[in-house]
């Protein structure tokens, strides 16, 4: 099994910063990639950004030249750092890890960005 455990959500003031973390742990060596989802209130969730186990980022558009996907290898540890934050980045973040098999999910940390 694999664990997720997110951490740095809160609440901030549009233009503002957060760096939220996922730290990972379990049977971590079969990881394909480690994302980051986020789902507001009466809304699905969506996809916000990934890191594959190769390095490789990628990121929806709305986020682009604002967020920053990295991780810390030897911390286990995958970062979300969020620049320029807007009143439309409130949600829960949900942090993913993924396999040939399948998807595992943190339980979400809650962002709020106020105008």
């Known amino acids: 099994q694999v664990q997720l455990v997110e951490s740095g959500g809160g609440l901030v003031q549009a233009g503002g910063s957060l760096r939220l973390s996922c730290v990972v742990s379990g049977r971590t060596f079969n990881i394909d990639g480690i994302g980051w989802h986020r789902q507001a209130p009466g809304k699905q969730r969506e996809f916000v950004a990934s890191?594959?186990?190769?390095?490789?980022?990628s990121y929806t558009d709305s986020v682009k030249g604002r967020f920053t996907i990295s991780r810390d290898n030897a911390k286990n540890t995958v970062h979300l750092q969020m620049n320029s934050l807007k009143p439309e980045d409130t949600a829960v973040y949900y942090c993913s890890a993924w396999t040939i098999a399948t998807t595992h999910w943190g339980q979400g940390t809650q962002v709020t960005v106020f105008s």
């Open positions: 890191i594959s186990s190769g390095g490789s980022t």
